[in-house]
């Protein structure tokens, strides 16, 4: 398992676009990812479960990756979500 921690800095938050484009990255890994908030934990793949989780604007989450390419993957979901959805 691996994990990193992001900050939200999208003025709007974790809203449709930015889950879309986050969603569809963590679906080009075969590792399980989940997004935790608090404590709530939910799939990376879903689109119901990133838009459930509410995050705002310089809110904090976990990036969690378990599976043979765990690190490749978190890696990945942090540097888009670090560049604030520009990549």
Same mark, same amino acid.
């Given at each position: 398992?691996?994990?990193?921690?992001?900050?939200?800095?999208?003025?709007? &938050?974790?809203?449709?676009?930015?889950?879309?484009?986050?969603?569809?990255?963590?679906? *080009?890994?075969?590792?399980?990812?989940?997004?935790?908030? *608090?404590?709530?934990?939910?799939?990376?793949?879903?689109?119901? &479960?990133?838009?459930?989780? &509410?995050?705002?604007?310089?809110?904090?989450?976990?990036?969690? &990756?378990?599976?043979?390419?765990?690190?490749?993957?978190?890696?990945?979901?942090?540097?888009?979500?670090?560049?604030?959805?520009? *990549?």
């Amino acid at each position: 398992m691996y994990i990193q921690t992001a900050v939200i800095s999208n003025p709007i &938050g974790l809203h449709a676009r930015p889950a879309i484009f986050l969603i569809q990255k963590a679906n *080009e890994f075969d590792s399980s990812i989940w997004l935790e908030k *608090e404590e709530r934990r939910i799939n990376a793949k879903s689109l119901l &479960g990133v838009l459930s989780l &509410g995050v705002g604007t310089g809110e904090e989450i976990k990036i969690i &990756g378990d599976g043979a390419d765990e690190k490749e993957a978190v890696d990945a979901l942090h540097k888009i979500i670090s560049s604030d959805f520009a *990549e």
